[in-house]
């Protein structure tokens, strides 16, 4: 079956007339017929109870009314679908971090960039904090970052979409003194323990927080401008 026979289907199912459906399906009576058994072969049931003076649906007709409207309702959405990625053209500019520049970004450009080829892509790096700045003063299209903490009142304002889920880690050697606490199994002392950390940025941004719920009074070595 294809979509013209479900077309036809769903006008004698709406008109339960051989004559108006062949009138408004622009088909000779004959053909209409044809087309009916054609479906009614395929589905291996009857759709329509015929009599001299009357046409209806079977109740296997109802349910086959339904599948033919959803098939017909879908396939013209699909092509409507095909010719709006057909037709987008134009620019979209691009901010992104470095991590998501090399970690992220490639195979996602490759896919749009087949899908929309005659989208003109712009990318601009910078780090992760400014990321929401670009995109409330119009500068940029959108952006691939870390979503600062400070965010989740503007998040209203923002479509976002989720990629991916970074965990932060603290890193110490493989020893037992001075850095761990034998009252918790071993584990790190993060109040002992000499840190390396940024000076800024999300992730100091995160490890402050955390130090913070947790009441512990870190003891910070030295800070780094980056975060390599």
């Given at each position: 079956m294809d979509i013209?026979?479900?077309?036809?289907?769903l006008v004698l199912a709406d008109q339960l007339h051989f004559g108006r459906a062949s009138q408004i399906c622009n088909l000779s009576p004959s053909a209409l017929t044809r087309t009916i058994q054609r479906l009614e072969?395929?589905?291996?049931?009857?759709?329509?109870?015929?009599?001299?003076r009357s046409v209806r649906l079977s109740a296997v007709g109802e349910q086959f009314r339904h599948y033919a409207r959803e098939s017909v309702q879908h396939w013209y959405s699909f092509k409507q679908q095909v010719r709006e990625e057909k037709s987008i053209a134009g620019?979209?500019?691009?901010?992104?971090?470095?991590?998501?520049?090399?970690?992220?970004?490639?195979?996602?450009?490759?896919?749009?960039?087949?899908r929309y080829p005659h989208v003109q892509l712009g990318l601009r790096t910078g780090v992760a904090e400014q990321a929401l700045e670009q995109i409330a003063s119009g500068e940029i299209d959108l952006a691939v970052a870390a979503l600062p903490m400070a965010s989740k009142g503007k998040r209203s304002q923002l479509e976002i979409l989720p990629l991916m889920t970074t965990p932060l880690v603290f890193i110490a050697p493989v020893h037992v003194d001075p850095v761990s606490d034998p009252r918790c199994d071993g584990e790190l002392d993060l109040s002992v323990a000499q840190l390396v950390l940024p000076q800024h940025g999300l992730s100091r941004e995160r490890i402050d927080s955390w130090l913070k719920q947790n009441r512990v009074r870190?003891?910070?070595?030295?800070?780094v401008s980056g975060n390599e």
């Open positions: 013209r026979e479900l077309e036809i289907f072969e395929q589905v291996e049931q009857p759709l329509l109870i015929r009599d001299k620019s979209l500019s691009i901010y992104a971090s470095l991590t998501a520049v090399y970690d992220i970004l490639p195979s996602i450009l490759e896919e749009y960039r087949s870190a003891n910070i070595s030295s800070e």
